[in-house]
C-alpha cells in the first residue's frame, strides 16, 4: 500500500518555465512533509520542507504547498534551470509515530530542456 | 565535514549468499537509517539505528538485519539472498530521531543478484 505517491514518473519542462511536481498521500497522521532531489549515483539530498501547519514554505526557486484537505503536496520550481533535471522525491511522516522515519514516493524523473 | 560514506559502491552476489554493507555517518550523528530503492517501489525504510539501539523496523522480512556500533558506524545484513533483493542500499545520517530531523544520505551501495 502506498502512502505517498509520486503518479507522473517524469516531467519535460523548458529552461526558464516553471515546473510543478505533485505528490499524493492517503495517511491523515503525516504531518510533516519534505523534497529531496536526486542524481544518478548520489544520495537523495534535501530540497525543502513544510509542515501541516503552514500551507506554502518558499526558499529561493523553490516553493512547496500543501493542501491538507486533498492530501495533495506539489512543489513549484521557476524558472527551471538545467542543473534542476534529475529524480525528486516526496517524502511524508508523523510526529505521532515517535521515531517512525520518512516515507517516500516513487519519485519523478525532471528533464529541463535547454 | 565529511559526509556520509557507504562501502562498497557496487556489488555483485549470488542467490543464497549473504552481504554486508556498511555506512559511517556524519561525525556528531548518532541516528542511522537504512532505505532500499528500486524502481517500482521507489525509496523503503529499512530499519533505523540509535545509540547502538535499533529504534524502528519497516516491512521487510528477517533475513534483513543490522547493527550499529558505538561510534555509530552501522552495517546492514542479508542473508539467503534473492533475486528481488537487487536495489540499491541508502543509508542516511541523522543529528537525533524523528522524522522532522534532516537526514543526509550516502551515495548508497548498488547489490546486484545474480
Known amino acids: 500500500d502506498q502512502q505517498v505517491k509520486q503518479n507522473s514518473p517524469s516531467l519535460s519542462v523548458q529552461e526558464g518555465r516553471i515546473s510543478i511536481l505533485n505528490c499524493d498521500y492517503t495517511?491523515?497522521?503525516?504531518?510533516?512533509f519534505l523534497w529531496y532531489k536526486k542524481y544518478p549515483a548520489e544520495g537523495p539530498t534535501f530540497l525543502i520542507s513544510?509542515?501541516?501547519?503552514?500551507d506554502k514554505n518558499e526558499d529561493g526557486r523553490f516553493t512547496v504547498f500543501l493542501n491538507k484537505s486533498a492530501k495533495h503536496l506539489s512543489l513549484h520550481i521557476v524558472p527551471s534551470q538545467p542543473g534542476d533535471s534529475a529524480v525528486y522525491f516526496c517524502?511524508?511522516?508523523?510526529?505521532?509515530?515517535?521515531?517512525?522515519?520518512?516515507?517516500f514516493g516513487t519519485g519523478t524523473r525532471l528533464t529541463i530542456i535547454p | 565535514k565529511a559526509g556520509v560514506t557507504q562501502t562498497p559502491r557496487y556489488l555483485i552476489k549470488t542467490r543464497g549468499q549473504q552481504v554486508t554493507l556498511s555506512c559511517s555517518p556524519i561525525?556528531?550523528?548518532?541516528?542511522v537509517s537504512w532505505y532500499q530503492q528500486t524502481p517500482g517501489q521507489g525509496l523503503q525504510f529499512l530499519f533505523e539505528y540509535f545509540s547502538e539501539t535499533q529504534r524502528n523496523k519497516g516491512n521487510f522480512p528477517g533475513r534483513f538485519s543490522g547493527r550499529q556500533f558505538s561510534n555509530s558506524r552501522s552495517e546492514m545484513n542479508v542473508s539467503t539472498l534473492e533475486l528481488g533483493d537487487s536495489a540499491l542500499y541508502l543509508c542516511?545520517?541523522?543529528?537525533?530521531?524523528?522524522?522532522?530531523?534532516?537526514?543526509?544520505f550516502g551515495p548508497g551501495t548498488r547489490l546486484t543478484v545474480l
Open positions: 517524502a511524508a511522516s508523523s510526529s505521532n509515530f515517535g521515531n517512525e522515519k520518512l516515507t
Open positions: 542516511a545520517s541523522s543529528l537525533g530521531t524523528g522524522g522532522d530531523n534532516e537526514q543526509f
Open positions: 495517511n491523515s497522521m503525516f504531518d510533516y
Open positions: 561525525s556528531g550523528h548518532r541516528s
Open positions: 513544510i509542515s501541516s501547519i503552514k
